[in-house]
């Protein structure tokens, strides 16, 4: 049999490779893919490591809520049951009592499908999903400067031609590591790499220049950065004067951040705010690339704009090998974001409240325009409502681990257990499959066939290489299974190539328009970047080149102010808490915590020497970490690489988020993952005959 | 109830902030700027890098004219004002304007001080011509013209303002020196240690500093100091201090000591319906001169007028000199705050640090020469974080050089892979390695290392 060319089930990167063997998967390198050109992490080279564990899930659970036992049930069962108690909590407390929960991971056609599920079979606006938690700020800022939001709006690989690449609060050598042989060809050609990050990550190693920010504090070196590239007259003003409107109010607002002040700000010495503007100044290509470290804040939107507004006075959007990007995170972050499971868009990135936008698309689906709902809670609120008086009380999870990645997780756990009714689809007990009544086992990656829209707007296909277990079906078989029981109006195919047909359509218009790609092209392409109206349009690898996306084709500048973040340390809290990944786990571990080849260390707190030195923390052993809303304990690792001030957890393990802020981004909802408030110290010990720390060491932690 | 009016008389960084944080509080009353000065309210404290080139002029405007028209702040260019009548509410204007007010801020700043030297002034009361002052834009102006490469030009007064002034001139070519009266430049903040550093820092930048000695005379381009020396000179900046501009206060019947006397609401102890905030203010028997405190004062005066319970309980503050090549960083008031003292001086590298530690809080710090880690003590210092015993000596040592080691067989090299050096040393050749660890096939970053473990060219890797 020959090997199938299909993608890594992980992140955003989405890098190619070839599965052969039916049973088991092996994977091997596709070094035509221009991605990763055949490179890969160890969570890609052992993606296969999830099949036929005992862990797979492979028949539908029902849970006895009174003794906590599951018993297994057939398809028809579970789905009868479902749709049961979902027609008497919307029958007694009306439509929008039923939420849907999605996530990035999924393909185009699933989130579509959702989303189409929720507003037609359940006429629920209550739809959200994870991606609210990736990349929502930078989409935000996005839509709002350009008109658009796609992550990159450039195939990665330009990357290579820059002269200067700034990358804002992203460790892609460890989150996405086949994207760091992009910043090498880049060096190896005399180009340079700054990195601005918390905590000297393996990505800063390999950088040219380093920059140590207090957590939260990007957005002021974003505007000390601007205020110095006036200073030095770097403001491409032809560009300016051309391509964009909105300058003069942002060139005055930043007259007040000069480097001393920035410095006193972000902790970062002011000769290195000059260095840094100083560098971009002489730099004939800039690309600012920001991730989660600037986005998961209750300014995140702001600080993606104050860093758009950097590139955008240099004259780099919309130039070849140059501009403002994005690295989107989840597998489909990308495409999760554009297709209608967001609780206020339609398919192809049309808003749920333009009047056009819902004709169209209730022309696809065959429905009546008025009968589609409007917008909808973003995700954490929609969270936080669940089992109030006003909220959901059912709530339907596809490819999401709420229980360890929403923030403040103790409350979110308490709110799901608040529901009447929690149905989870997963391909594992998940830590949300184990709170839930009613769990679904579904397909996974190469078991099954569909698209993804990786980091770059490139729409590829993920085929399926090997045959699921038995008892397992398609998400898209549960919705189309749960649709016909609900009654719904119009039937949900389960065929992928024909859903990505309809999503098409629906896309047809939009801005994110995937109207001319198809299942052959996609193949046949090595992926089609959107926007891609019809079967004779290239595709668009390259966005901006002649106009932006807004009536006037001008990109705008947005006048940000500096917030901070939205809790800041005190005596009782005093170091900033951030977060982020490790290279051998992805997202909230459901998947890779299962695969063997995958080291599962188990969570642990990155320390600077001189706070572990005050509190008396060791390297390896316990400390414990508290924040305003929970607490964790978890092995310190000593390390010289973190600033003093701040403390660092991976987030996916159970603990993390217990101690996270949900404070929200005003425009992007997005809550602070990045920064709070904390207090470390050295559990008491319990053991005989093992000294503790002396009261005082606490104290003065 | 009408809308309260609100005036503000004076166009600095305290008033510009106080409207600032109005807008953001939407504070319902009425509100009118007066500004003495011709030009919008800008960014004072980058003057001296206009003067030294660094810095242009027109990127100095910290709100337009528009920006105020838009949130519907009355802001008068060129008025000044005469008199407040506490009586009747008002204030009047030079040209004559009265204009009735419901509060009123003072935000008035500073004036430059005139040392006692002969000759500079003239008998019509104007300046000589070859002396300046450098306090508002058109001191700037007036100065920046003057400039002539290759002349020779000092300043009067060793404080912040005066090297800033001083290194700027001397960047832009003039023979520059300065005349400081106190024992040390900095003297306000620095000890004598630290002067003497930074003395030598503008020895060796070219910039002569003569300490312990007062100017007395000036006449025919020659200053004369009390030490006997005569210095000649094409130009003279007075740097030599300001103080608070509390003429109107004092006029308008306010409690005045050094500056205008005010409580926790930033309102004068006499008339709470005047308020003060910046260099002319006096809350706790100080007064500032700087801008963060200014800054300070002015949002919790907006929050206060806003409706917010908030009180003024003073400010941290920390002085930078902006000045190519000098690095000074003062947090606090090293010279005269309780505590502990960690320092160190190095004269061979010209550097001095100073920390004031109490109850293990950085309480104020001095940093010459050497600002390598003036980010985190700014932080410690600002957020008053307790710190550990060994903490203040360690921020002081520098950062350990990594020194090479050999990796040892269970050592990670490969983390994409997850592969050990021990893992690698186990293969054959670089191929083998690939093929049977995956080391080198995911970032790339191992490449180097991996080749050396291995004994073979890194070249042969970049297939």
């Not at chain 1, 049999?1 to 992140?11: F, S």
């Not at chain 1, 063997?596 to 008396?616: S, W």
């Not at chain 2, 130009?235 to 109107?248: D, E, F």
């Not at chain 2, 995956?438 to 970032?443: I, N």
Request: glycine share 10%; net charge negative; aromatic share 4%.
């Amino acid at each position: 049999m020959p090997a199938i060319e299909t993608h890594c089930p992980y992140c955003s990167l989405q890098c190619g490779m070839r599965l052969s063997g039916r049973r088991t998967p092996e994977v091997q390198e596709w070094a035509e893919f221009p991605v990763n050109k055949g490179a890969m992490c160890r969570k890609g080279w052992n993606a296969a490591g999830l099949y036929g564990g005992r862990e797979r899930l492979t028949t539908p659970l029902l849970r006895d809520r009174a003794t906590g036992e599951w018993s297994p049930a057939s398809w028809d069962q579970a789905l009868d049951v479902i749709a049961e108690r979902i027609a008497a909590i919307q029958a007694e407390r009306g439509p929008d009592s039923i939420a849907i929960f999605g996530g990035g991971g999924l393909t185009n056609e699933k989130a579509y499908s959702l989303g189409k599920f929720a507003r037609v079979a359940l006429r629920t606006s209550q739809i959200d999903y994870n991606g609210r938690w990736c990349m929502s700020s930078a989409a935000s800022a996005g839509t709002r400067a350009f008109g658009v939001d796609r992550g990159l709006p450039f195939p990665l690989a330009d990357v290579e031609q820059a002269d200067v690449v700034v990358l804002v609060g992203s460790n892609l050598a460890e989150t996405m590591p086949p994207a760091a042989r992009h910043l090498d060809a880049l060096r190896a050609r005399g180009g340079q790499v700054v990195v601005i990050d918390p905590r000297r990550t393996s990505t800063a190693t390999r950088a040219d220049v380093f920059l140590q920010p207090v957590p939260g504090t990007d957005l002021a070196l974003a505007l000390g950065v601007l205020h110095q590239l006036v200073a030095l007259g770097a403001v491409d003003t032809a560009y300016v004067e051309e391509r964009t409107t909105g300058w003069e109010d942002v060139k005055e607002s930043v007259a007040a951040w000069w480097p001393e002040r920035v410095e006193r700000v972000s902790g970062v010495p002011a000769d290195d705010v000059r260095a840094l503007a100083a560098q971009l100044a002489g730099a004939g290509k800039v690309m600012v690339l920001t991730a989660r470290g600037a986005e998961q804040h209750s300014t995140g939107s702001d600080t993606v704009l104050a860093w758009i507004n950097v590139a955008l006075a240099l004259g780099m959007c919309g130039k070849e090998g140059a501009g403002y990007g994005c690295l989107t995170g989840q597998g489909n972050g990308q495409g999760g974001r554009e297709h209608g499971q967001k609780a206020d868009q339609l398919p192809g990135y049309r808003m749920i409240d333009d009047p056009a936008a819902r004709a169209h698309v209730a022309g696809v689906w065959g429905v009546d325009p008025d009968s589609l709902p409007g917008k909808g809670r973003s995700a954490y609120e929609l969270l936080d409502a669940l089992g109030t008086d006003d909220g959901p009380s059912a709530m339907l999870v596809f490819g999401s681990n709420i229980v360890v990645s929403a923030p403040h997780a103790t409350h979110v756990t308490e709110r799901l257990e608040s529901l009447d009714l929690l149905v989870v689809a997963d391909i594992v007990m998940s830590e949300t499959a184990a709170v839930a009544d009613v769990v679904l086992p579904v397909t996974q990656w190469a078991e099954e066939t569909g698209t993804m829209t990786n980091l770059e707007g490139r729409v590829i296909l993920r085929q399926q290489a090997i045959t699921p277990p038995a008892g397992v079906r398609s998400d898209l078989d549960v919705i189309a299974g749960l649709a016909e029981r609900l009654h719904s109006p119009v039937k949900f195919p389960t065929d992928p190539e024909e859903i990505f047909e309809e999503l098409g359509r629906a896309s047809a218009g939009g801005k994110a328009d995937y109207a001319g790609i198809t299942y052959a092209r996609v193949r046949d392409e090595l992926g089609v970047f959107w926007p891609c109206p019809d079967a004779g349009h290239p595709g668009t690898p390259r966005m901006f080149l002649d106009s932006f996306a807004h009536p006037d084709g001008r990109a705008r500048f947005h006048v940000v102010a500096y917030r901070g973040a939205a809790e800041q340390p005190d005596d009782d809290y005093p170091v900033h808490l951030t977060t982020g990944r490790v290279l051998a786990q992805y997202q909230s571990g459901a998947q890779t915590r299962r695969v063997k080849e995958l080291p599962d260390t188990g969570p642990f707190v990155e320390i600077h020497p001189m706070l572990a030195g005050r509190i008396g923390a060791v390297d390896g052993e316990p400390v414990t970490l508290m924040t305003r809303r929970g607490t964790m304990t978890a092995p310190a690792r000593v390390v010289d690489t973190i600033r003093p001030d701040t403390v660092f957890v991976p987030f996916h393990w159970v603990g993390a988020n217990k101690l996270t802020n949900d404070a929200l981004d005003p425009a992007s909802r997005m809550p602070e993952f990045k920064a709070c408030a904390a207090r470390v110290s050295i559990p008491p010990v319990v053991e005989q005959g093992r000294q503790g720390p002396s009261r005082d060491q606490e104290v003065a932690s | 109830m009408s809308a309260e009016r609100l005036v503000i008389v004076g166009g600095g960084m305290a008033a510009v902030r106080l409207c600032e944080e109005l807008v953001a509080g939407s504070y319902d009353g009425s509100v009118t700027l007066l500004c003495d000065e011709d030009h919008p309210p800008y960014n004072r404290i980058l003057l001296s890098a206009v003067l030294e080139g660094t810095q242009p002029a027109d990127a100095l405007t910290l709100r337009s004219e528009q920006w105020f028209a838009d949130r519907g702040i009355d802001l008068r260019l060129g008025a000044r004002v005469l008199e407040v009548d506490r009586e009747r509410n008002e204030v009047m204007l030079v040209d004559g304007t009265r204009l009735p007010y419901d509060r009123l801020v003072l935000a008035t700043g500073a004036i430059p001080t005139l040392p006692p030297i002969r000759g500079l002034v003239r008998l019509d009361g104007s300046l000589h011509p070859d002396v300046h002052a450098f306090r508002s834009l058109a001191d700037c102006r007036r100065l920046d013209v003057a400039v002539k490469p290759g002349q020779r030009a000092i300043v009067v007064g060793g404080g912040l303002l005066g090297l800033q002034v001083a290194r700027a001139l001397s960047v832009r070519g003039m023979l520059t020196e300065v005349v400081e009266g106190a024992d040390h430049v900095l003297h306000s903040q620095l000890g004598e240690a630290g002067g003497r550093v930074l003395a030598r820092d503008l020895r060796r930048l070219g910039t002569e500093v003569y300490t312990g000695a007062r100017a007395v005379r000036l006449r025919d381009n020659v200053l004369v100091l009390d030490n006997g020396h005569s210095l000649e000179t094409d130009l003279v900046v007075l740097t030599a201090g300001g103080r608070p501009s509390t003429a109107l206060a004092r006029r308008a019947g306010l409690m005045v000591r050094r500056g205008v006397v005010v409580d926790a609401h930033l309102a004068s102890v006499t008339d709470d319906r005047v308020h003060a905030i910046g260099d002319c203010a006096e809350h706790r028997g100080r007064t500032t001169g700087f801008v963060p405190p200014a800054w300070e004062q002015a949002s919790v005066l907006a929050r206060h007028l806003c409706g917010e319970d908030v009180s003024y309980d003073g400010s941290r503050n920390v002085a930078r000199l902006r000045a190519t090549g000098l690095d000074v960083a003062v947090l606090g008031d090293p010279e005269r705050a309780v505590g502990e003292i960690v320092e160190m001086t190095n004269p061979i590298v010209g550097s001095h640090r100073r920390l004031v530690v109490q109850g293990g809080r950085v309480v104020a710090a001095a940093l010459v020469g050497d600002l390598s880690r003036v980010g985190l003590v700014t932080q410690l210092y600002d957020r008053g974080t307790v710190l550990g015993v060994d903490e203040p000596g360690q921020l002081l040592m520098p950062e350990a050089a990594a020194a090479p080691v050999t990796l040892p067989d269970e050592a990670e090299v490969c983390a994409c892979a997850g592969v050990t050096a021990g893992q690698i040393r186990a293969c054959s050749s670089l191929e083998a390695c690939r093929e049977t660890t995956r080391a080198t096939t995911g970032c790339g970053g191992c490449t180097q290392a991996v080749c050396e473990l291995l004994g073979v060219q890194p070249e042969l890797a970049t297939s």
